[in-house]
């Protein structure tokens, strides 16, 4: 069986689908190899902001969308009008970075990172999956382990097939990727190489790694059933932070003064005031698994989840408020603009407020 298919709902089927279901993880798996999508480049579309658009970001002043079939958006008015820039794969792209306004980064299906060096208008491939198990190999035979090692080779006799998740950079040259079945790889010369950094997380089961975030020199990723990951030396080593749940967390915003909300699965959110030492349910209202994340500018939390809710909070996460929208979908990521306002990306495209904090209903 193709490996793909034993992915946890959550934001990996939201990737392969845009529906919280295996079903559709199936159908999309099933439609081009892997291999094929990573050699043909994205095609240009009709309405292409209402493609299925699974990340968003900011470049600057500029605004970068991607999502299914290589679809990458770029909005220079802060999300007011998109147009559709050519990508040389036709993979889901499931993540974004942009640690300056010129230096990008781009992951999804098929192992791929792309990389641009100019805000998003041009992109080169620096990495597929069909190296990753040569990257895996090379670290279990360094690592001396032979579970490692077996697992390496298993992942290079399936080929291009795993996806990443997610990509986060501390600066232009320094990036994690992180993915499902315990991928996680590290870059320190801008991607110009990577290597596989699974042995420096007590993941011995390849949990699957949805998220991974830079706060200075803490590095924290999240992942399926119940897993978060620290680092507190940019990512040179991580320890396991227990949590109160074994369901999957899909983001997890940091704070100052060890501040951490984790949200995921169900409608899940974990509060933490002191770094992980403890935590505290947050009730939203309603088990509607929360997808996406958002520090906004004055410091104000925004949750988004799969029914289309935004939810604000104004309290460092100890409660939360929908926010009013007038056409709700499931989203997958959010972003605010230059000019303040909020745009998010979804299975029906993107959705822009023009003020995120305003018109909380109580």
Known sequence: MNRILRLRPGRVALVLAAAL????????????????????ASQPRLHAESAVLISIARA?????????????LLSDDNGAHWRQAPMPVSVALTALAF?????????????VILHSADGG?????????????ALERAAAEASGDARALADARRLADEGPDQPLLDVAFADAQRGIAVGAFGLAL???????????????????????????????????????????????????????VATPYAGSFFGVLAGEGGALLLYGLRGTVLRSSDDGASWTRIDLGQPTTVSAGLRLADGSLLLADETGRVL?????????????????????GAVQAGDGSLVLSGVRGLARLASPVAKAQP
């Open 21 to 40: 279901v295996l079903a559709s993880a199936a159908v999309v798996a099933a439609s081009a190899p892997a291999a094929d999508l990573l050699d043909r």
């Open 186 to 240: 590290a870059t320190a010369d801008g991607g110009r190489s990577w290597q596989s950094i699974r042995a420096r997380l007590p993941n011995r089961l390849g949990k699957h790694l949805y998220d991974v975030s830079f706060d200075g020199e803490r590095v924290l990723i999240a992942g399926e059933q119940g897993a978060l990951f620290r680092s507190t030396d940019g990512g040179a080593h991580f320890e396991a």
């Open 121 to 133: 208008e041009h992109w080169s491939r620096q990495l597929d999956g069909r190296q990753l198990g």
């Open 312 to 332: 604000l909070s104004q309290d460092g996460g100890a409660s939360f408020a929908p926010r009013a929208i007038e056409q709700p979908f499931a989203f997958t």
């Open 60 to 72: 600057g002043d500029r605004l970068v969308a991607a999502g299914e079939r290589g679809t990458l």
């Open 99 to 111: 640690p300056t306004p010129q230096a990008g980064w781009a992951v999804g299906h098929g192992g």
